[in-house]
């Protein structure tokens, strides 16, 4: 039986089961902190990973954005085998780490800036799920970086595929933080209730949608009634702040996060958008002691990765 993800330190987290990790989030009674990371782009403090930046302001939880399985690549990360790149950030932070995938096929990608411009790696195929699997990652969550066209037929297609091949490994979160180009699916209509049955019914364990606040017209209310029902199918659930308000003020950030507590959501993301690359490590700290409080930051921020 898994512990609560509040109390699990780095040795718990090694011997975790896909099963494991999704029980102790549900343990942890909406107190679990997400936080999104670029690997490919300077990191805030030079030579040490952003990874472990959030990690030792309070992260729970890594999610990698711009991944690209196939030529990984990790600034600050000390010299380590392509393929081992994943679990040598894991022996680094003492937390279990996602990654983005992004089901556009080639040539249909929407116009964005050169910053999220695709690569083969983070293109959401079977191959680089099943790359992902071999690598140690423990979550993949189907979305879109800004401008990409990702829709949500394309996300649930691709549940569907990777559900029946890799489900049983790892753990799949699906959902959209902002419209990622597809501006038929903007605002209210970026997550609707449809969109939850159909990606409950293609295999989402983990379904994402934006945090109150972050997207014109999503409301606590709106999003409360998603969660809600999400629930209802025994689907766990992310609010997002993917719009770069991570990098708002602090007064700003606690806003959100008690929005997003009242939600009933089981797990709290921020984004990478600080000064880019990752949150502001002022926010992650001060949403962390916003949901969970002092105790349980401060344990989190504590523990060290040899526990």
């Known amino acids: 039986m898994a512990k609560r993800l509040l109390d699990c330190y780095s040795s718990d987290f090694s011997q975790f089961t896909r099963e494991d990790l999704l029980e102790s989030v549900v343990k942890s009674e909406g107190r679990v902190l997400a936080c999104e990371t670029i690997g490919t782009i300077r990191p805030m403090l030079g030579d040490v990973t952003n990874a472990e930046f959030v990690s030792a302001m309070g992260a729970d939880i890594i999610l990698l954005n711009m991944f690209d399985v196939k030529s990984p690549h990790i600034q600050g990360l000390p010299e380590t085998p392509p393929m081992e790149t ?92 902002h419209a990622a ?25 983990i379904i994402l949608f934006p945090a109150p606040g972050t997207v014109p017209g999503i409301t606590v209310e709106y999003v409360r009634e998603l969660v809600t029902y999400a629930h209802s199918l025994g689907a766990l659930t992310i609010t997002a702040i993917g719009t770069s308000q991570e990098g708002a003020d602090t007064d700003t950030i606690k806003q959100l996060a008690l929005w997003c507590k009242m939600t009933g959501t089981d797990i709290h993301h921020l984004g990478d958008a600080g000064y880019a690359g990752m949150s ?25 990765v040899r526990r």
């Open 181 to 205: 180009g597809i501006l038929e699916e903007a605002a209210e209509n970026i997550m609707t209730r449809e969109d939850v049955r159909r990606f409950w019914d293609a295999g989402a364990d």
């Open 86 to 177: 994943v679990r040598m950030l894991k022996r680094l932070t003492g937390r279990p780490i996602g990654i983005n995938l992004e089901p556009v096929d080639a040539g249909e990608e929407g116009e964005t800036d050169p910053l999220w411009q695709m690569s083969e790696g983070r293109r959401a195929t079977l191959e680089n799920a099943e790359l992902a699997c071999e690598m140690g990652v423990d979550m993949i969550l189907l979305t879109g970086n800004p401008g990409m066209g990702v829709s949500n037929e394309a996300i649930e297609r691709t549940l569907r595929l990777y559900k029946e091949k890799v489900g049983n490994r790892i753990v799949l979160a699906a959902g959209k933080m």
């Open 280 to 304: 502001l490590p002022e926010n992650i700290q001060a949403y962390s002691v916003a949901v969970r409080g002092i105790r349980h930051t401060y344990h989190r921020i504590a523990a060290s």
